[in-house]
């Protein structure tokens, strides 16, 4: 089942970018509107992002295992991979649907 939202005047969300979340629990402003606490970071490809948030949070015992892979939407949110392999399908952006969705699979 494809999953595109349809936004106000018309157009369908998007995939942006390669995304991670980090959820520490801490609260920081500007983030995707459905990230309540934590923070994500974008790039090109996901290890963009990790040497991002490594560089961030080392001193603060940063762990892989309070991450999520996903991306950025148009919409200004965050999806994991399974919900952006919906997203890119029903918007053309990749041909073949997939279970999981890779930035390779974009660019």
């Known amino acids: 089942m494809q999953k595109v939202l349809k936004l106000e005047n018309n157009q369908k969300e998007y995939i942006l970018c390669a995304a991670i979340y980090y959820d520490n629990g801490k609260k920081y402003e500007h983030q995707p509107k459905n990230i309540e606490s934590g923070i994500v970071v974008c790039g090109r490809r996901h290890h ?13 015992d940063y762990s892989k295992k309070n991450t ?16 952006a392999a919906q997203i890119a399908f029903g918007r053309g952006q990749i041909k073949i649907p997939t279970k999981s969705l890779f930035s390779e699979d974009l660019y």
């Open 48 to 60: 963009n992002c990790f040497i991002i948030l490594f560089n961030m949070f080392a001193e603060d």
């Open 68 to 83: 999520t892979q996903g991306f950025l939407t148009n919409t200004d949110r965050f999806v994991d991979r399974q919900e």
